[in-house]
């Protein structure tokens, strides 16, 4: 007898935005898509570090820019306590917070300009455990390391040399990330199960030291390390 199929998985989403008109816009969107519920509004990162502490959330929407607590450092809470997963709201004209978002773990990075599918679809992905690694944020974000000299791989002690840790498999992995495939598309391009590429996936960042994806995506470019092709 085939069993029904499981409802889809609603994720929870806490936002965490300072400027009203911006939240409430951001929570109308989201509250558009049948997956997705919005279980709570912070307006400064300190109540967002609270509310998640309180509501544990699947994920937070945090701005970087906020009063008494900014986003870089709440994100760094959250993820350090394991709350939730951050996708970060930027503009990418603040190098620092760019790079500080990176350095506490965050999960993904969103353009604030980003229209209202883009911003369910990220949602979703970063709910998925997959990280927003979109190649042209990934790319900016190089070209930004280029300029800065900011160290890619968030200060967490991956260099060239962890590499080293990598079995073969486990490297192309990392070039696949490089990339900014879903595991869905790695486990397609190297012909395994998507819950064998989850597998890889955290073994990489253990080996590492990484705290996520976008990480990873990040110091593979750098690194040059490069995926196996399309079959």
């Known amino acids: 007898m085939t069993q029904p199929a499981s409802p889809p998985r609603t994720l929870r989403v806490l936002v965490a935005e ?8 951001l929570v109308l969107i989201l509250r558009s898509a049948p997956d997705i519920e919005v279980v709570g509004e ?4 300190r109540r967002a570090v609270e509310m ?3 509501l544990r959330p699947d994920l937070v929407l945090m701005d970087v820019q906020m009063p008494r607590l900014d986003g870089v450092s709440a994100t760094r809470e959250v993820v350090s306590e394991g709350l939730a997963d951050v996708l970060v709201l930027t503009t990418f004209d603040l190098d620092e917070y760019v790079f500080g978002a ?10 604030k300009d980003s229209d209202a599918a883009t911003l369910i679809e990220a949602v979703r ?5 997959e990280g927003l690694i979109a190649p042209a944020v990934t790319r900016r974000l190089i070209a930004e390391f280029g300029r800065t000299g900011a160290p ?3 200060g967490d002690g991956a260099d060239a040399q962890a590499l080293a840790s ?3 498999r486990e490297r192309e992995v990392l070039g696949c990330l490089g990339q900014g495939l879903s595991n869905a598309e790695i486990a397609e391009r190297l012909t395994m199960a998507e819950a064998t590429v989850k597998t890889h996936v955290s073994r990489v960042l253990a080996k590492l030291g ?3 994806r976008v990480q990873a995506a990040v110091l593979a470019q750098e690194l040059g390390v490069e995926g196996p092709g399309p079959r």
Do not use: K
């Open 18 to 25: 300072d400027q009203a008109a911006v939240r409430s816009g």
């Open 42 to 45: 912070a307006t400064d990162g």
């Open 52 to 54: 998640a502490r309180a």
């Open 102 to 111: 990176l350095r506490a773990g965050a999960a993904g990075f969103l353009l």
């Open 125 to 129: 992905t970063v709910g998925r455990g």
């Open 152 to 154: 890619p791989s968030a």
């Open 166 to 168: 990598l079995t073969p």
């Open 210 to 212: 990484l705290r996520s």
